[in-house]
């Protein structure tokens, strides 16, 4: 305890000599020590633990409500003084009463699914969540549960083809009425074909941390980054059931995905999707399937985010003849033909190595908008240029197979490099090209020389990465190793 000075036991004798006369809170005696006053704990309704690391901001955003309102609820004189294990009142649940916490929802999950997991009813997840579409549940959103609730461990199990409840019941080892009640059916002939089930997992392998709304044979799913972002590269990863045989697909936004093995045992799968980086901000469906040896096929669709990726803007003047919008969507139309197939061989290795002996002089960068000859088009940049003037030599950054070596009219002297898994890079404006389609190709090799062929204003190297058909930042493959 701080020695408090003679002159400070007047003041605090004073103050409370006020609180007994005059009837005030005691905390206006802490006021006027300079003491903070701790925030009480609440008797009812919905709260919040802080934990270590939380701000009031990250609060707020987390379960939705507005940081005033935070403020205002808990009556917090210092909002930037939060304390491990202080308990906070969350407006906007009114109604409900209990400990809350916030979990980010999984791909492979419906509201379904949740309410299974947490046992809570589908009615108190729609309050909770202020959901207006019960289907809307977005795979990396902040998803607002009872934190009190013990959840038992459970089990999966996929209602077949046209088979009775009773069959289901019977591979999974319990009685029927197991399944109705732990699935809230209204009867053991109500369950939907295909449909996955959960039930208790007594003695039996849990399925805690599973996708609740995917079949058994799916263990996890990963998407990384959990948000896709413009002109970057998503990664998506699943871990079967050993034994598990299924063929893993899926589409997004018109592409599909490819699935390739990560081990020999064939239990962990990634599929490479690259995310325009003109894709519009906002939510879109990603799809799923898996099919079982029979052909039967599993269905599931989920939305996702799709964020900002900041790009800049720049203006260039080129010819006018090389700004036609016909030209330029045929040259592409050509590109992304030599692009979209998916070789199931992986020929690169850890991080790709910069094609140009100045790996770090740019002079543009990838994703910049632009405005050609004063407005007459607008596009963006699809790739990376390098500094380096005419003969500049050109390496490969990946082990690979030459798919094209020859002009274009807006790319110039191009060569692009198949590197597997729907992995493509693109070298353009050469002066002189080096190899011939079907060379195989090593990280190193020269390839060709930097010129200005093409739409160019100035001799350059650029280059592109192509992920599932779509352009990505390079940056992103020089940095990392993918997957």
């Known amino acids: 305890m701080r020695q408090r000075s003679p002159e400070a036991w007047l003041n605090l004798l004073g103050a409370l000599w006020v609180v007994l006369v005059m009837g005030l809170p005691v905390s206006a005696v802490r006021a006027a ?3 903070p006053t701790p925030s009480p704990t609440p008797s009812s309704g919905a709260v919040y633990e802080v934990q270590p690391g939380d701000t009031l ?8 409500v507005s940081l005033d309102a935070l403020v205002q609820a808990n009556g917090l004189a210092d909002p930037n003084n939060l304390r491990p294990g202080q308990k906070l009142v969350l407006p906007g649940f009114e109604g409900i009463n209990g400990e809350l916490t916030a979990v980010t929802v999984g791909y492979g999950e419906t509201l379904t699914s949740l309410s299974r ?3 809570v009813p589908l009615r108190t997840l729609e309050r909770l969540n202020h959901l207006v579409n019960p289907e809307s549940v ?3 959103q902040s998803f607002v ?3 009190t609730v013990d959840s038992p461990p459970l089990a999966r199990v996929q209602v077949r083809q046209e088979e009775p409840l009773q069959l289901t019941a019977t591979r999974a080892g319990v009685n029927p009425w197991v399944l109705v009640l732990a699935n809230d059916l209204p009867g053991t002939w109500a369950a939907p074909p295909r449909a996955v089930l959960a039930y208790p997992a007594e003695g039996q392998e ?3 941390h599973a996708p609740g709304a995917l079949p058994p044979g799916v263990l996890s799913v990963t998407l990384d980054p959990t948000a896709w972002v413009q002109g970057r590269t998503a990664v998506l990863r699943v871990r079967l059931r050993p034994g598990a045989a299924l063929t893993l697909g899926g589409e997004w936004e018109g592409h599909p995905l490819h699935f390739f093995p990560l081990d020999e045992k064939g239990e962990t799968w990634v599929a490479l999707q690259g995310v325009h980086a003109l894709q519009e901000v906002g939510l879109y469906p990603l799809v799923f399937t898996l099919t079982s040896p029979n052909g039967e096929t599993f269905r599931f669709e989920q939305r996702l985010q799709v964020r900002a990726g900041d790009y800049g803007w720049e203006k260039l003047i080129v010819p006018a003849s090389l700004v036609d919008p016909a030209l330029n969507k045929r040259e592409e139309e050509q590109i992304r033909a030599l692009t979209t197939k998916a070789t199931p061989i992986r020929y690169w290795k850890g991080p790709f190595q910069a094609p140009s002996p100045y790996p770090n002089c740019f002079t543009s960068w990838f994703g910049t908008r632009r405005d050609y000859n004063d407005g007459a088009y607008f596009g963006y940049h699809s790739g990376l240029d390098f500094c380096g003037g005419t003969g500049t030599p050109i390496t490969a950054p990946a082990d690979g197979v030459v798919v094209f070596a020859g002009p274009l009219e ?3 002297n191009a060569i692009i490099i198949d590197h597997g898994w729907g992995v493509y890079t693109l070298y353009a404006h050469q002066q002189r090209i080096e190899v011939q389609v079907g060379h195989r190709v090593h990280a190193g090799d020269l390839i060709g020389y930097v010129g200005a062929t093409g739409r160019v204003t100035g001799a350059h190297l650029h280059w592109e990465v192509r992920v599932g058909g ?5 940056e992103e493959w020089l940095e990392r190793t993918f997957p």
């Open 138 to 140: 977005v795979a990396g």
């Open 145 to 147: 549960v009872p934190a």
């Open 57 to 64: 901001s990250s609060i707020a955003y987390r379960f939705g």
């Open 33 to 35: 020590e300079g003491m």
């Open 117 to 119: 997991r947490y046992r």
């Open 410 to 412: 807006v790319h110039g």
């Open 470 to 474: 779509v352009p990505v930042d390079p």
């Open 206 to 208: 849990a399925d805690t």
